[in-house]
């Protein structure tokens, strides 16, 4: 991907308009395979940092679905997605559900591994 239209996502990203955030959030099923290695761990990366810290949570539905077609595009690999353990269980949704058990086991695992 062209990195003036990857920088301007990556900002939409880090938005303060929730919709903006949502908005790009969405758009990562559009260009998953148009992003380099490098740039979907990036993306990865950074979705998996900010979803924690969303307080919309039609926008964290969008985050977790981002990450959901990076890993179904094989896109997911060197990502690390162990911050997604620090969204509280009250604010996991039935929405949010299906993509918290997607990413369980992987969660689970970082989580071991860095206690090791």
Do not use: W
Request: hydrophobic fraction near 40%.
């Amino acid at each position: 991907m062209e990195s003036k239209y990857y920088l301007d996502f990556l900002r939409d990203l880090l938005s303060l308009d929730e919709a903006v955030r949502t908005e790009a959030s969405d758009r990562v099923q559009d260009f998953v395979n148009l992003l380099s290695d490098t740039q979907a761990r990036v993306v990865g990366d950074l979705i998996a940092m900010l979803a924690p810290h969303e307080e919309s949570r039609v926008a964290l539905e969008a985050l977790l679905h981002a990450l959901s077609d990076l890993d179904g595009c094989g896109k997911l690999e060197g990502v690390d997605i162990s911050p997604l353990r620090e969204i509280s269980e009250s604010r996991i949704y039935v929405e949010h559900r299906d993509y918290m058990d997607e990413f369980a086991e992987r969660i689970a695992g970082a989580s071991n591994s860095t206690a090791e």
